[in-house]
């Protein structure tokens, strides 16, 4: 399997860029919704960059571990608060296979929301979805830096020795 590691800095200037695309669509978000996990960091970035104060969260599970993925998403929590008649930006780091967007956005659709845009850093080609703005769309496996820990416990997991694993980190550009 081919691996990417996105570092901070590379993460940050993508997120600069995403807010670049969603001003100049002219979206200008009520509120920011990110998913939990991945998508929080970019949610807040976009808060930041969009000067949008409102964030919500919410979280879904679709991954059991690094390759094993759940048959279908599962809701952890529910939206705090009324989403009609709100611009919702929602924000994820990643569509793989495309289901939980699909999902989430018509869990959202049906909590009364008419205007919704989704914005993630990145996109597989195989997606059944398609964001609103995406940064790019990659084929390999991608590591992100607030997922490293679970990306090394997997490499331990699959009985690599600390070798293996530090020639692994070394080939990605993983800084020490």
Request: hydrophobic fraction near 40%.
């Amino acid at each position: 399997m081919d691996y990417i590691y996105f570092n901070w800095s590379k993460i940050y200037f993508q997120c600069l860029e995403l807010a670049k695309k969603i001003k100049t669509d002219g979206f200008f978000p009520d509120l920011i919704l990110g998913l939990a996990r991945g998508g929080l960091i970019i949610a807040r970035l976009l808060s930041d960059f969009l000067k949008v104060k409102e964030i919500l969260t919410l979280q879904l599970e679709s991954y059991k571990t690094l390759n094993q993925k759940k048959s279908s998403p599962k809701l952890i929590n529910d939206i705090s608060c009324s989403v009609n008649n709100k611009k919702i930006l929602l924000c994820d780091d990643l569509v793989d296979t495309g289901e939980t967007m699909v999902y989430i956005t018509n869990y959202i659709k049906n909590k009364g929301c008419n205007n919704m845009k989704v914005a993630t850093l990145h996109k597989k080609p195989h997606s059944k979805f398609t964001p609103d703005f995406y940064i790019q769309e990659v084929n390999a496996w991608i590591i992100y830096p607030w997922e490293l820990q679970e990306f090394i416990t997997a490499l331990q997991k699959s009985k690599k020795n600390i070798t293996d694993i530090e020639e692994e980190l070394s080939k990605l550009e993983v800084e020490n």
